[in-house]
């Protein structure tokens, strides 16, 4: 149960201590929580992640503004050292409880928020969204980039490339597979929770208080940072050469144009009902950038173009 606003807010109250005790430890085994290959101490693994992404959704608003700056902070890193981990349950349960915590933060202060910077978090997400089987090549090169904006993976063994990335999900997966009885559209549906918490959490940080949050925002925090994260990965698609790799290449562009699939739209409107028009200029630059990367000149793919056909009919904000 969440801890109430109205009697933690008059002052230090044992609930409160007892919050902060109890999110301590939390992050302590959290960051314990490392996969080496085990079942039984990745089942252990997912429930300190479910509690986790429960105790944040659950009282995010009291974790706020009980914990100084430095334990919310080290809470962060936690829910960060889940999301690194190999497997989709738990990345979806670090997204959730991310998201929660990121929204009621907003609504309870302001100032920069003591998480991770919005280019890791969006690298993270992005390497996520990649949805990747090991049929589809990634040249040695390419795929240092990707472990690189993974970063520090949360296993006993760190991948030395990114096809043993993929090996370590599989297994996580046929773990999950196995709770599940064996059901073919477990994966399919696990996906598809990770691609709408990562989306929501983008849409989030990419503009925290809504229009109101653009005074806060730097050149590398809210929208304008998120189109140009975007837009560099874009970038590296369209360097990815070579029919072997078209899948690739086609995975990385549409996972990019993702980021701002559904982050465009909802800032364009929450900031066109203001009606000022240096915000809605802080807005449309960034867009139009993004837009101009994107329609850059390419070798010939079909899959690639049908995406780029496919965002530019349906993506709002210009």
């Not at 100084?68 to 960060?80: D, I, M, N, S, T």
């Not at 196995?178 to 990562?198: I, M, N, P, S």
């Not at 229009?211 to 189109?227: N, T």
Request: overall charge negative; charged content about 20%; proline content about 5%.
């Amino acid at each position: 149960d969440g801890f109430s606003p109205s009697q933690s807010r008059k002052g230090p109250t044992v609930e409160s201590h007892d919050a902060c005790r109890f999110a301590a430890l939390l992050t302590r085994l959290v960051k314990a929580c490392r996969f080496d290959g085990n079942q039984e101490s990745y089942a252990f693994h997912r429930q300190v992640a479910e509690i986790l992404s429960d105790f944040c959704t659950g009282s995010a608003a009291d974790i706020c503004w009980l914990l100084p700056l430095a334990e919310l902070g080290e809470l962060w890193q936690a829910l960060l050292h889940l999301l690194r981990y190999p497997s989709i349950s738990i990345q979806v349960d670090a997204l959730l409880g991310m998201w929660s915590l990121s929204k009621a933060y907003e609504a309870e202060g302001s100032g920069a928020p003591p998480r991770p910077p919005l280019e890791q978090l969006v690298g993270v997400i992005f390497v996520h969204l990649l949805k990747l089987d090991d049929t589809v090549p990634v040249e040695e090169s390419r795929s240092a980039w990707l472990l690189e904006r993974l970063g520090p993976v949360s296993a006993t063994q760190a991948p030395p490339n990114f096809s043993a990335w993929r090996s370590l999900l599989a297994q996580t997966q046929g773990f999950d597979l196995r709770v599940a009885e064996g059901d073919a559209l477990a994966f399919g549906e696990a996906y598809g929770a990770l691609k709408v918490r990562g989306c929501e959490l983008i849409q989030e940080l990419c503009w925290p208080g809504g229009a109101k949050g653009v005074a806060r925002q730097s050149a590398s925090e809210g929208y304008g940072a998120l189109c140009s994260n975007a837009a560099h990965f874009v970038q590296r698609a369209m360097l990815i050469n070579g029919a072997s790799e078209e899948r690739l290449a086609a995975a990385v562009f549409q996972v990019a144009l993702l980021l701002v699939e559904r982050a465009g739209p909802r800032v364009l409107k929450e900031v066109a009902k203001e009606g000022d028009s240096t915000k809605l200029e802080s807005v449309l630059q960034p867009s139009l950038a993004l837009l101009q990367q994107a329609s850059t000149p390419h070798s010939f793919d079909r899959a690639l173009e049908l995406i780029r056909l496919e965002f530019f009919s349906s993506w709002a904000p210009m």
